[in-house]
């Protein structure tokens, strides 16, 4: 079978991302569509070892080649970051429960890969427009933070400021699952707004591979 890939375009054409639909946080933009698409077929030996994790590591090696099966236009968001910002017609809610069970895997795995980069790169990061001066601990800060403080919202978990780092991360991340698997049961209304269960999924994982990989990308460990 061949790999889901929704397009998204921003409304001014200015950034696209490009995101294998089944196989959250394998997403990657660019100024065009066809550098977007390229890019996310690029990392694909990148993303193996998350679907390794997973379990998942025979599905994704027998997968064919990449398929755009939507070409969307996403929010202004799109055109700023190129990053996909909404869900795509193949993420509506409530998920199938194969299917949410599959993603939930899939985010714990990227979530694990996360830890394992952080723990092995070097403190101080090379310097360069990537994030600009960051070294390791305000890319792990930045990223458990806004996942924690702004993403975990859309299914109720309110999280103080700061309250999710350090020894503190694991129960964070057992609340969060907690809460989606409550809202994919129905038991969680109005939080969502225009986003969808299984978008959040993705972004979180998205956000949490960007960064991993941001980290390998500027390593000063050798």
């Given at each position: 079978?061949s790999i889901?890939v ?9 950034k696209?991302?490009?995101?294998a639909v ?11 569509a066809?550098?977007?698409?390229a ?9 193996r ?15 064919g080649p ?8 996403g929010p ?13 017609s193949?993420e ?8 949410f069970?599959r993603k ?5 795995a990227?979530?694990a890969?996360?830890d394992?980069v ?5 403190a101080?990061m ?12 305000r890319?792990?800060?930045?990223t458990?933070r806004v ?11 309110v ?13 964070y ?7 989606m698997?409550a809202?994919q ?5 109005g939080?969502?707004?225009s986003?969808t ?6 972004h ?18 050798g």
């Amino acid at each position: 079978m061949s790999i889901r890939v929704v397009l998204e375009r921003g409304p001014k054409g200015r950034k696209f991302a490009a995101f294998a639909v089944d196989w959250p946080g394998w997403s990657r933009g660019a100024t065009t569509a066809e550098a977007a698409l390229a890019t996310l077929a690029a990392y694909r030996e990148r993303y193996r070892p998350i679907a390794v994790r997973a379990g998942l590591g025979h599905t994704f090696a027998d997968s064919g080649p990449l398929e755009v099966v939507e070409d969307r236009v996403g929010p202004g968001s799109t055109d700023f970051w190129g990053i996909s910002f909404a869900p795509s017609s193949l993420e509506p809610d409530p998920m199938d429960a194969s299917e949410f069970a599959r993603k939930i895997e899939l985010l714990q795995a990227c979530w694990a890969y996360f830890d394992e980069v952080a723990a092995g790169v070097s403190a101080q990061m090379r310097k360069g427009p990537r994030g600009g001066g960051r070294d390791r601990d305000r890319i792990i800060s930045h990223t458990i933070r806004v996942e924690s403080e702004d993403f975990a919202k859309k299914v109720g978990l309110v999280i103080p400021e700061h309250s999710a780092l350090g020894p503190a991360l694991a129960p964070y991340r057992t609340r969060y699952l907690a809460a989606m698997a409550a809202y994919q049961r129905g038991e969680i209304k109005g939080a969502m707004r225009s986003w969808t269960l299984a978008y959040l999924v993705r972004h979180s994982a998205f956000h949490t591979m960007d960064h991993a990989w941001e980290m390998e990308d500027k390593d000063l460990s050798g």
